[in-house]
């Protein structure tokens, strides 16, 4: 049996490191998805979490490590990882976009906001090199990607996928990144030994909404790389990248299955620590998350802290939705929406803000007619907290509001009958085919699989 941890998207900020301290600083830290201030002291409870386990040694690190590309951050980081080595584990580490962000920001009360030194992909070869590198079968120098054995019978493929680096907005393989892929498979399946695969960004896409507005976050071809991964054997494979917890499929057209296990960012909301075990074809995965960390938490569970942290930037998302559609705009990007994106879409964008800012369900139900076919129990519930806990539930991987339930049929109700009531049978038309399938899927997820404690079979 291969047993395993994942954590992803550790988007550690060096603020002790970096001395930060001043407005701008505590201005980023509270308008952030993630929980930067806090990041060293959540990274520190995971490494202890995993380092008293005592039946799991081998640790899957699957990029963003750091949160701008800050090299004092990757310095830091190494250090802990080498602690985390020194207490039995073997960590197998690759990089992703966020590592080589060549902007990244420093925080002091002289001098504000300002930039601090960032690291190359040369530099992560070295510092990385102890973390997979090192022990690796192959190594894809170009790309700091490497195949490894994890246990006999079992290897490992680290993909790196950041191609052009930060802001290319084109993540993905190349031609011959890919042969050499292929090579190292090939060498896995005449060896007897089961390949795993890892790279940053998701080729499936955890919600409909991701691949409808976010593309540009996702690997570019991606259906031809999954039919490549699944034809050739590959039957799980380990990202992150979105800050969501998901697990889908992808059946290939010769027919062959390839799971994709989407693990959401530790230092934000749900902050997840996926424990697995492999044995045949069965991978039993279950979601941890660090019991508590060294750091204030206003007498608050650290559950709920990471929570309310979460739901203050939304609230603030949905307030400049309403008042300030400028603001919005530039927030767009903590959620993946560009910002020209957001500027096309101004006037609707700032008209569905008031409406949801003020609405209950139930006043909601009467203005759009259907108000008989409101849950009583809706009746009260705002819109604007209602989409809220759809956030909440999308990147904690609860989507269980399935079709029959209050909260489902009430806010389907109410966005049939508003598109119902557009004059345009173009827009109609596209609600019934692409709109409601995405609003469905925010609801309910229909793919059956639990997306923090699932057992796959193959």
């Not at 557009?422 to 899927?441: M, V, W």
């Amino acid at each position: 049996m291969l047993r395993f941890f994942q954590i992803t998207d550790l988007h550690y900020y060096p603020a002790r490191v970096l001395n930060a301290r001043g407005k701008a600083w505590e201005k980023r830290a509270l308008y952030d998805q993630r929980c930067v201030a806090e990041s060293e002291a959540i990274i520190d409870a995971a490494f202890r979490k995993i380092a008293e386990d005592e039946d799991t040694d081998i640790v899957l690190v699957t990029g963003d490590v750091v949160c701008d590309g800050e090299l004092a951050g990757h310095i830091s980081l190494a250090e802990k990882l080498h602690k985390l080595q020194a207490a039995g584990k073997r960590v197998f580490l690759i990089t992703a976009s966020h590592d080589i962000r060549p902007d990244p920001k420093g925080y002091s009360e002289e001098k504000g906001e300002y930039t601090v030194e960032c690291a190359t992909k040369a530099q992560l070869f070295d510092i990385y090199y102890d973390f997979g590198l090192r022990d690796a079968l192959s190594i894809h120098k170009p790309t700091n990607s490497y195949c490894a054995r994890l246990d006999p019978g079992y290897r490992l493929l680290m993909l790196n996928d950041d191609r052009d680096g930060w802001g290319a907005d084109s993540y993905g393989f190349s031609a011959e990144q890919l042969a050499w892929a292929k090579q190292q498979i090939a060498e896995a399946n005449a060896a007897g030994e089961e390949m795993l695969a890892v790279c940053h960004h998701p080729l499936l896409s955890p919600v409909k909404f991701y691949r409808a507005f976010s593309p540009h976050e996702m690997i570019d071809d991606s259906d031809a790389v999954a039919a490549f991964l699944a034809d050739s054997g590959i039957r799980f494979l380990f990202t992150g990248h979105t800050h969501m917890q998901n697990i889908n499929f992808y059946d290939s057209p010769a027919g062959r299955r390839l799971y994709e296990i989407n693990t959401g960012c530790l230092t934000a909301y749900p902050s997840p620590i996926r424990k697995m075990a492999l044995e045949g074809g069965t991978l039993d995965i279950r979601t941890l998350h660090p019991d508590r960390i060294n750091y204030d938490l206003q007498c608050k569970p650290y559950m709920l802290y990471l929570k309310d942290h979460f739901d203050y930037m939304l609230r603030d998302i949905f307030d400049a939705a309403a008042n300030d559609i400028d603001r919005f705009c530039e927030l767009g990007e903590s959620f993946s929406l560009k910002k020209e994106q957001a500027e096309k879409l101004k006037v609707p964008i700032n008209l569905a803000g008031k409406a949801l800012e003020k609405l209950t369900f139930k006043k909601a139900g009467r203005l759009l007619g259907v108000r008989s076919r409101i849950a009583p129990r809706m009746y009260d519930v705002r819109l604007c907290d209602f989409l809220i806990t759809l956030v909440n539930n999308v990147y904690g991987g609860t989507r269980n509001y399935a079709p029959g339930s209050a909260e489902y049929d009430s806010f389907m109700a109410l966005a049939d009958r508003a598109f119902r009531l557009i004059p345009s049978k173009s827009i109609q038309a596209k609600y019934a085919e692409e709109f409601r399938p995405i609003l469905s899927d925010i609801l309910f997820n229909a793919n059956g699989i639990d997306s923090n404690d699932a057992v796959l079979r193959c």
